[in-house]
């Protein structure tokens, strides 16, 4: 997901410079909202991760300890990614729209 999320940035980036815009455009059209939606993507990617190493774990030593501690955060932690995936898909919605219009008249 990230390196599809970097591609398609760099499509954007790239259409925006053909077009004869300034790369900065791009950049001040992706920046707002990618404040909130890069960590959100990071912590899901990251916690995925420790859920996975919890759940070897659990399978190969029975360790039960650590992947019961890691699925009780679990609903905090789907909590603060969707908030923030919220928070990016507004700001992506309705101010972005409103600061590249400023920029291009």
């Known amino acids: 997901?990230?390196?599809?999320?970097?591609?398609?940035v760099?499509?954007?980036i790239m259409l925006v410079?053909?077009?004869?815009?300034s790369p900065l455009l791009g950049f001040v059209a992706i920046a707002p909202h990618g404040v909130?939606?890069?960590?959100?993507i990071l912590m899901a990617s990251a916690f995925g991760?420790?859920?996975?190493?919890?759940?070897?774990?659990?399978?190969?030593?029975?360790?039960?300890?650590?992947?019961?501690?890691?699925?009780?955060i679990l609903p905090k932690i789907i909590l603060i990614i969707v908030l923030l995936l919220l928070v990016a898909s507004f700001i992506e919605s309705f101010i972005t729209p409103y600061i590249v219009s400023s920029l291009i008249d």
């Open 49 to 72: 991760t420790k859920l996975g190493i919890d759940f070897w774990k659990y399978v190969f030593k029975r360790n039960r300890e650590d992947i019961a501690k890691t699925l009780k």
């Open 36 to 40: 909130f939606e890069l960590p959100a």
């Open 17 to 21: 410079i053909m077009t004869g815009g």
């Open 10 to 12: 760099g499509m954007v």
């Open 1 to 8: 997901m990230v390196f599809a999320n970097g591609f398609i």
